[in-house]
């Protein structure tokens, strides 16, 4: 139904800041609910930040929020999280995912994933 692609990772310092985007493939992304999670080597994958399926409904983990903002364009059928205030905590790969089931929250609900860009914040 779709297809996924993360980019705009790096590395930078600790209180900078970085633009992911989530290229969607397919002419569904509108209906879909979108999420983005991390996950650090050792670790489980956990939840970031979510919206509905216009973005004007957001969610995010306590962790990051303040300091992440989601949102989605879907005429150009792009995902976004910018992240200011990085700290090397937030280290990890991000990933994009589109939803299908019932929680914003759990990554069991999501169905379609990207394949996840590396984000790196040095102390």
């Known amino acids: 139904q779709v297809q996924l692609v993360e980019s705009g990772g790096g590395l930078v310092q600790a209180g900078g800041s970085l633009r992911l985007s989530c290229a969607a493939s397919?002419?569904?992304?509108?209906?879909?609910?979108m999420g983005w999670f991390r996950q650090a080597p050792g670790k489980e994958r956990e939840f970031v930040a979510a919206c509905n399926y216009n973005g004007r409904n957001t969610y995010y983990a306590d962790s990051v929020k303040g300091r992440f903002t989601i949102s989605r364009d879907n005429a150009k059928n792009t995902l976004y999280l910018q992240m200011n205030s990085l700290k090397p905590e937030d280290t990890a790969v991000y990933y994009c995912?589109?939803?299908?089931?019932?929680?914003?929250?759990?990554?069991?609900?999501?169905?379609?994933w990207g394949q996840g860009t590396q984000v790196t914040v040095s102390s």
């Open positions: 397919g002419r569904t992304f509108s209906s879909y609910a």
């Open positions: 995912a589109a939803r299908i089931g019932l929680s914003y929250y759990q990554a069991a609900e999501y169905a379609y």
